[in-house]
Every structure is written in C-alpha cells, then in structure tokens.
C-alpha cells in the first residue's frame, strides 16, 4: 500500500524536484494532493509554479489548491534573490492548462485529514508552516489523526541561510513553526544541516540532463539557475537540493540519520526569531518532539534521485 501524502509547497526549484520525485514513485507514495502557500515568491506564483510542475511530471490530473498568500501574523519575505523572479526560473516551461482547484488549501487538508483513516495520512511541508498551523488551528481535532509529519525546515549546527540564526522557511513564519512543533504529532525535520550535504555537483547535475528526457533536463536547468547564488554563498562544489531530501526520507528513511530531540521555535529573538533551536545534547531537559536529521548518504540520495526522474 503506497504511503498517503499531502505535499505543502511554494515552489522554488528545489521544491519542483521534490514533487517530481514523489510523483514519479506511485508505488510508495500515494499524493493526495498539492497545497501552495507564499514563501519562495507569492502565492500567485506558488500555486502556478506547482500546477507548471505536475504537467512537467504528465500528471494534469494531480489537485493542486491555493492557500495561505501572508504568514499569521506576519509581513511575507520572498526569496526571489535566489529562486528568481518566478521562483522558478531556469527552464522554459509553459503556463499551466490544468486548473487551481476552487477550495482552499486548508480547508481541503482538514477535509482530508477527517476523511481518511486517523494516522494514514502523512503532511509534507516544504516552505512556511502557514498552512498547516491554520488546519491545525481550525479544526484542532484532526491534529491526532495526522500520522507524521516530514518537512524541510530549521538548521542548527548550520546556522542560518536568511538570517544568521535561522533557516528561510521557519524565519518567514515562526509563529506557525511554533504550533506546528508544539501540536505534538511525530516530526521529522530535514534541516539545512542535512540539505548542505545533499549538494548538485557537476557530475550530478551532467547526470540529470544525460537522461535523456524532458524532466531530466528541466531540473538540471532549474539547478544550473539556483546554483550560481548557493556556490558564491557557501563557496561548496554545488547546490544544496533542500526540499528532495523530504521526499527522498520517504522512500528511503535509510539514507539518513539523526535525533530525537526537543526543537523549540525562537519567536521572539532580537537576533534569532525563527531559529530552531535543537537541544542535540540532551540538556534542557525538555520532552524531545521531532527527529533532526543530522546526514544523509549523498550518493545514495543523488542515484535515487536520478533513477526516479529516469522513469518520466
């Protein structure tokens, strides 16, 4: 039985290959559908970006709906300096045919998450936690039948990459971030710690445009565009691919390891809103709520990766 999921997304490049994976990977992942939210750019842009990827992948059927266009209590920050101005600049795609569903993105996660069996539904956040913290603060009697929680988000050993303190997606709403790690459903966070080790090489990406295909070399344009902003960040051999490594746990949770630790949201810091401050070592003496992934096996991520788009 494939795994139910609910990707929650404001792509961004790294978040269309993230989506592309799952969705070439019916076998394990069931997706029930895309919820957009603002981050990366806008939500105009995120909810379009989303439906522009599902027709990359030849699935015009996939749902995809609009939600959250601020944080909750929030001015947005965008990231176009990084993603460009569409978020997802890099390859020439076309504006999407297939429809923006007419609901909204939350209340289709809580329809959802009622409807189905209580812990079969696994949540895939990979921008801002907008969406999910309103679902779990509309209808909180669907927080117990959430069965994990998997999301690209946080950093601690890395610091930040927005802030000095913190990770772009926890920063752009850290009040969301905080009922999300307080809700009490199993997390598992993929932090910069570990999407800093997950880096598109040259070799790498010259293997995702050998493929021979049109999502082959789509993705090794979208990471030829990012990559120029990351390398003369972090002067690394490559990218970060960020947001793939939640799908990538998915399919094979041995590709990583971590922690189960306490992770707090900072909300209120002068110098560190929207850090995730992870107590590695154990000494806060707070209950651990969320496992922090702290490695992944590189070349295992990549050769799942390139053999997953291989199949479009």
Known sequence: ????????????????????????????????????????????????????????????????????????????????????????????????????????????IVETLRQEAPGTVTLCPLGPLTNIATAFQMAPEVVPKVAEIVLMGGAYFEVGNITPASEFNIHVDPEAADIVFRSGVPLTMMPLDVTHKALVTRPRNEAFRKLGNRVGQAVAEMTDFFERFDKAKYGSEGAPLHDPC????????????????????????????????????????????????????ADGFFTLLTERLGRL
């Open 1 to 108: 039985m494939p795994r139910k999921i609910i990707i929650d997304t404001d792509p961004g490049q790294d978040d269309a290959v993230a989506i592309l994976l799952a969705l070439t990977s019916p076998d394990e992942l069931e997706v029930l559908g895309i919820t957009a939210v603002a981050g990366n750019v806008p939500i105009a842009l995120t909810q379009k970006n989303a439906r522009m990827v599902c027709e990359l992948a030849g699935r015009p059927d996939m749902r995809v709906f609009a939600g959250c266009d601020r944080p909750l209590s929030r001015d947005l920050i965008t990231a176009e300096h990084v993603h460009g101005k569409t978020g997802l600049d890099g390859p020439v795609l076309a504006d999407p045919q297939m429809p923006l569903q007419d609901r909204h993105a939350v209340e289709f």
């Open 246 to 297: 939640v799908t990538a746990y998915l399919l094979r949770p041995d590709l990583f390891t971590g922690r189960h630790i306490n992770v707090e949201i900072e909300t209120e810091g002068r110098f560190t809103t929207g850090m995730t401050v992870a107590d590695w070592w154990g000494v806060s003496g707070r209950a651990p709520n969320a496992t922090f992934m702290g490695d992944v096996d």
